[in-house]
Structures are given as structure tokens and as C-alpha cells.
């Protein structure tokens, strides 16, 4: 079943007609890290930087009241995309960014704020966190003195709910986690889980790098307090991510970097600052970014989220079902659909992730391999390494077949069949 004409969608990318080694046709399969860019995108960014280019939300002429015009424009398409007001939505550099921000925000916080974390408070994370939904925690609590603790991974890649309510306790002031794992695919039930964060009065910080670019999102659906995501895996250009935070959460938190434009006054001696997301944008924003950024959700918008996600189960419900029929391959993560992204990893007896990769990428076939900036989940599942196939909008068929075929023919290689 094709839920939109994909070969449409293909022509719109203009990488996707190269040829690479060997004179192979791209293969891209690496999405989860970053997404191609379509023609919308890429004219939207250039259009940008020749005709309007000013500093947006400074001077009186009339292109910085386009710069600010498109600008804040795209505040706007993202704040529609996932179900929020517009002045929830914080442009960041990037999704790390985003989630460093909330960190640091809190680790500023003041004795007496409901922000403040210090000794004897628990944030509480996952084993299947990316080191950008880890390391920020692990950094905060070891600034305060607070504890951090984990929900773990079952054998079949799911969150291990049984113990959430101990470990989600009285002393919980941060629960972070991943919308969906960028290893292992798996959606994680946030509804359910934030049931344990708020029955303690915990902050609830979602990374939904893997979630917002390939299926609807909604803030007020999740009941969370924080997401963050960025622009270079939904299409979008590089150096854009977008925080959201609740309105009443961001407008008391102190800022993460100061200076111009972020200010409401100054003196020599102190300054106070503007409401968000105002007081979260110090310095001349990444104004083209953004743009290009309103332009990729228009893009999304066109085709449908919910097509995309048919599409892209679709295509993972193959590659499972195909890639499992190879005697030496291990899928790491869930075997089947239910609560499940487009993302494959996997592991080839006696062969090396990198090997793997390396003879894929000579058939024009780009995948991920190593560790994903998710160290702590290898261990986990004693591996090393995987080899990850990450699939979006611009993937078909076609697409799995080549994969399917390549790891075949690797193996054979590697293993002298």
C-alpha cells in the first residue's frame, strides 16, 4: 500500500539523485541522524539570506521587519505543529542545546525556587537515554549533590515500568526521557509515565528528537513539561533546535545564556529580563535556520504526519521481517510494531558493525553504525556496537531491498559463503 507517491517525494531531494561509489544510487538510510533536505527547504534558507536578510527583532528598516516578520513566522508553524501558544516555543541551536538549557536553567535556580535541585533530590533517566538526554543530568546532579537513577531496558528493548513507582519517588524533582529510543525504535508510553512524575510533583522533560519528525505530536496530549527536538532530522536545516517548555514553567526560570536582546532592563550593576521565549534567545537568533525550519514543517504538513508514519512502519515492518530470516543477524531492540519507530539496529555474527557499514556504504547504502552516542544501552545488550537503518518519508521498498541484499552480500563476503 502506498500511502503517497514516494517517487514525487524523492524528486523534491535533490542528494537523492546522486551516484555514489561504484556509480550506485544513494541508498540513504540514516535519517535517525540527520534527514535530507527538499528543495522547499533549501530555497526557503537561500530566499532568506537574499532578500531579507537583517538582524531579526533589531533596527527600524524595513528588512529587519521581514527578518522579524519570517522569523517569528516560523515560531509560529512550529508552535501549530505540535499543539502549542506560540510563546511556549524556544529557538535554540539545537535539540542538546534545549535539554542543556532546562538543565542549567534549574542548576541556576535559586534556594526557594521550585526550580532549585540540590542534595538529597533524585532526577531519574533511562538506559536507553542519547548521551544528550544523559550527560546534562549527570552534570547537574553531580554540581548539586543530587542523585541520579535510571528505569532499565528489558531483553525485548522496552522500558521496564515494574519498579517505576520506587524509583520515581517523593524525592524526584526531574524525570528525562526519550519519546522514542534512537537505538532501539521503541515509543515509550510517556501518558503512562508521567502519571508517575506528576503523582510526585516531578518536571517532566521528553527528548523527542526521534518522535516529533515522523509522527503527531501534541504537548497538551503528553502532559509533559518540556520537549525538546531539533531541525536537522525533520527536514530542516542544521544549527535550528526548538525548545518547548509550559508557559507559566518558562516565564520563572531563570535564563542559560545572557546578553543582548534577551534583556527587559539594565543598569551597570544588574538587569532583569523579558518573558520567555524571549529571555531564552540571547544574541542575534539563527534566523535562515528558523525559516528554513517553517519551511520543512510546511513540507510535512503537505504530505501528512500520520502518511509518514504508515509509511515508515510499513517499510520497518519489512526490513524486520526480511532481515530476521538472515541465520546470523540479531535485531537489538523490539521484534514487532507495537509501540515502534522506524529504526532498526542490528548485529551481524562475526562481523563487525564498521566492517558492515564500510561494505554497505561500497553498494551506495548509508547507515549508521557504532554506539549512537548511547554507550550506556551497548552495555546493556553487550554489544560494542550496531549497525542502524533509520527510515523517513523519502525511503521506499526498494530501499530495503538494497539493504537487505548488501548485508547479504557482506556477510558472504566476510564470512567466505
Not at 528489558?154 to 520506587?166: M, V, Y
Not at 548485529?347 to 554506539?371: E, F, K, N, S, W
Request: glycine share 8%; with cysteine.
Amino acid at each position: 500500500m502506498n500511502y503517497f507517491d514516494v517517487s514525487a517525494v524523492q524528486a523534491d531531494f535533490p542528494i537523492l539523485g546522486r551516484q555514489i561509489r561504484g556509480n550506485n544510487r544513494l541508498v540513504y538510510l540514516d535519517s535517525g541522524a540527520t534527514s535530507q533536505k527538499p528543495n522547499s527547504v533549501l530555497d526557503a534558507e537561500r530566499d532568506f539570506y537574499t532578500q531579507h536578510n537583517a538582524a531579526a527583532h533589531r533596527g527600524a528598516h524595513q528588512l529587519a521587519e521581514e527578518a522579524t516578520e519570517l522569523f517569528e513566522s516560523a515560531r509560529e508553524r512550529v508552535a501549530a505543529f505540535i499543539g502549542s501558544k506560540v510563546d511556549e516555543v524556544v529557538f535554540t541551536k539545537s535539540a542538546t542545546e534545549s535539554i542543556n538549557l532546562v538543565a542549567y536553567s534549574f542548576g541556576n535556580a535559586e534556594q526557594g525556587s521550585r526550580f532549585h535541585i540540590e542534595a538529597g533530590d533524585r532526577i531519574v533517566v533511562s538506559e536507553m537515554e542519547h548521551h544528550a538526554n544523559l550527560i546534562p543530568w549527570q552534570e547537574l546532579a553531580r554540581r548539586t549533590g543530587a542523585e541520579l537513577v535510571w528505569l532499565s531496558v528489558s531483553d525485548d528493548g522496552r522500558l521496564d515500568l515494574t519498579n517505576a513507582e520506587s524509583i520515581i519517588n517523593s524525592k524526584t524533582k526531574v524525570v528525562a526521557l526519550t519519546h522514542q529510543s534512537n537505538v532501539l525504535g521503541t515509543i515509550n508510553p510517556v501518558n503512562e509515565i508521567s502519571k508517575f512524575a506528576r503523582r510526585v510533583g516531578a518536571f517532566f522533560v521528553l527528548d523527542a528528537c526521534q518522535s516529533v519528525p515522523h509522527y503527531a505530536v501534541n504537548v497538551k496530549e503528553l502532559d509533559v513539561d518540556f520537549i525538546a527536538f531539533s531541525g536537522h532530522k525533520m527536514l530542516g536545516p542544521t544549527g535550528v533546535g526548538v525548545l518547548w517548555g509550559r508557559q507559566e514553567l518558562l516565564d520563572e526560570m531563570p535564563p542559560f545564556l545572557t546578553g543582548g536582546s534577551m534583556i527587559e532592563t539594565v543598569t551597570m550593576q544588574s538587569a532583569t529580563y523579558l518573558p520567555a521565549p524571549k529571555r531564552f534567545e540571547a544574541g542575534v537568533p539563527n534566523m535562515a535556520q528558523a525559516v528554513g525550519l517553517g519551511a520543512a514543517i510546511d513540507y510535512l504538513n503537505r504530505i501528512g504526519l500520520e502518511k509518514i508514519h504508515q509509511h515508515e512502519v510499513q517499510l520497518t515492518k519489512a526490513c524486520l521481517e526480511r532481515l530476521s530470516q538472515i541465520p546470523q543477524l540479531k535485531i537489538v531492540g523490539p521484534s514487532d510494531m507495537e509501540l515502534r519507530g522506524g529504526v532498526v539496529s542490528f548485529t551481524l555474527d562475526g562481523v563487525h558493525p564498521h566492517d558492515l557499514g564500510q561494505a554497505l556504504d561500497q553498494y551506495g547504502i548509508a547507515v549508521r553504525t557504532g554506539h549512537h552516542c548511547a554507550w550506556p544501552l551497548m552495555k546493556r545488550f553487550k554489544v560494542v556496537a550496531t549497525t542502524r537503518a533509520s527510515f523517513y518519508l523519502y525511503n521506499d521498498l526498494a530501499d530495503v531491498d538494497a539493504l537487505v541484499s548488501g548485508v547479504e552480500r557482506a556477510r558472504d563476503y566476510f564470512l567466505g559463503r
